[in-house]
């Protein structure tokens, strides 16, 4: 049976999740008479960005906020009207903890607090300035290789929290180059880390260094697909089975149905756009590697004994078993009912998958077991096991690979752009970034140090 030809465009954008609605939504901008339209393989849109309520209790099934630092996120907060209802947590003012030996402890915000804190013994600090000695080495390397390297073995359990933290990673696989890829080119440039971090804070003269705040609104983070989602041409439950390149157009196919576009713009995680891409040109290796956390909500009256904070992260050497926490009613009010104590518990990430296969009572248990060597916690009032079919794509060794891939198909395609979850970067902020470059036609790659925060 042939396919029906159910729609012409001239843009087609294939993912109705936040990368694909931000491409819309600067296409139109840049464009407002343009001829486009967006395809969902779900029946909604907005992707991993989804917000669960119950009972007065407020969570989220993916992202919990962003960081107010950069400037394509912030334009879309104002063209979408949502600052009113933007809820701000300074990085400044919740500390964040670590759980070392058993114990939470607080933890210095960045790098350089780090050194000055006595988190670390002098002789490991010692070590951290050999880095200002060791040669620059571009091969690729594994983050714990490189950092071990550099900066020696004590700083791990530092580097494993906020890789926890950002990717749910294993810092043993995720790649020094697509993690960091402006220390990177800093430390080829200045030869060492360190002085590439000097370099670039002496550039930043005279500019206010404010630590960051982190970004949520009022109704949780879905506000903000559902404002990008408005006013759009959406068409939900068409999943992109295969894409063919027709006479200079595309034509984009899903079951029985087909739909013929002159310009194509793929706006999926790494992961699920490699099968689609795959058939057009060879890729180097089999698609990227995820990790899968699932949220436990966990609610608790006021005698719960929560250190104020944004919540806590655990190195896999302390071998606990979650991955983290985040104190949600710290960071945000109204998660909660007044006085209550809301906690959002990180379980499972690409050391743990197996976690994910246990029963709701298992994980509450477990969870409960664990959290409570850490916290003075009573039982819960409030317990409900969220389970997002989203996983976080992990630039792992050979994601290089992967990129030279996508430029090659940019280069043999024209007329197809391709952006979205885990190409250069995995954060909100790193998403919306490409999603405007790409939609305004612009170079991809920025190669500056970003901020580590712990
Ligand atoms: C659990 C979790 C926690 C996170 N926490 C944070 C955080 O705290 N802060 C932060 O900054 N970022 C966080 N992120 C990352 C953030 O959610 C992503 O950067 C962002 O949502 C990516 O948007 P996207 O549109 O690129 O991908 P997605 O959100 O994955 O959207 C892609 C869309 O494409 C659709 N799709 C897939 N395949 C097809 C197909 N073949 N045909 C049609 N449609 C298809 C999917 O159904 C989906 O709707 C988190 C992510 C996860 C999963």
Known sequence: MNPDLVAKTDLLIVGGGLSGLAIAHW??????????????????????????????????????????????????????????????????????????????????????????????????????????????????????????RRFGPQVLPF????????????????????????????????GSAIKAVVAQMRASKGQPRNLPQMISFKEGMERLVEQLAQGKKIRLNFQVEQLIYKEGGWLVKSGDQIIEAKRLVLALPIHQAHPLLAPLLAPPGPAPATAQIYNLLLGFGPEAKIPYGFGYLAPAKENRFALGSLFSSHMFVGRVQEG???????????????????????????????????????????????????????????????????????????????????????????????????????????????????
């Open 27 to 148: 296409a139109l901008k840049k464009e407002p008479t343009l001829d486009y339209l967006v395809v969902e393989g779900q029946g909604r849109s907005g992707g991993a960005v989804q917000s669960f309520k119950k009972d007065g209790y407020q969570g989220e099934w993916g992202p919990h906020g962003f960081l107010d630092n950069k400037p394509a996120t912030l334009e879309l907060l104002e063209d979408l009207d949502l600052w009113p209802e933007v809820q701000k947590a300074p990085l400044k003012e919740f500390g964040r903890y670590l759980c070392l030996k058993g114990r939470l402890c607080l933890v210095p915000q960045s790098p350089p607090t780090l050194i000055k804190s006595d988190l670390l013994s002098w002789w490991a600090k010692l070590r951290v300035l050999g880095d200002l000695f060791i040669k620059a080495d571009s091969s690729e390397q594994s983050v714990s290789q490189w950092a071990q």
């Open 340 to 454: 209550g104590h809301l906690l959002e518990v990180l379980i499972g990430g690409r050391r743990s998958p197996e976690k994910l296969e246990l029963s709701d009572a298992e994980l509450i248990e477990k969870t409960l077991a664990d959290l409570k060597g850490l916290i003075e916690l009573p039982n819960p009032q409030f317990v409900k096991v969220l389970r997002p079919q989203s996983a976080i794509p992990q630039p792992e060794l050979g994601h290089k690979a992967l990129i030279d891939w996508r430029d090659r198909l940019l280069k043999a395609y024209p007329n197809l752009e391709i952006c979205g979850f885990g190409w250069d970067g995995i954060g909100i902020n790193e998403v919306v970034q490409l999603a405007k470059k790409t939609a305004l036609g612009l170079k991809i790659s920025e190669n500056q140090i970003k901020g580590v925060y712990l």
């Open 159 to 190: 580097i494993d929290a906020a890789l926890i933290g950002t990717y749910a990673g294993d810092l043993n696989r995720l790649s020094i180059d697509a993690v960091m890829p402006g220390l990177r080119a800093g430390e080829a440039r200045y």
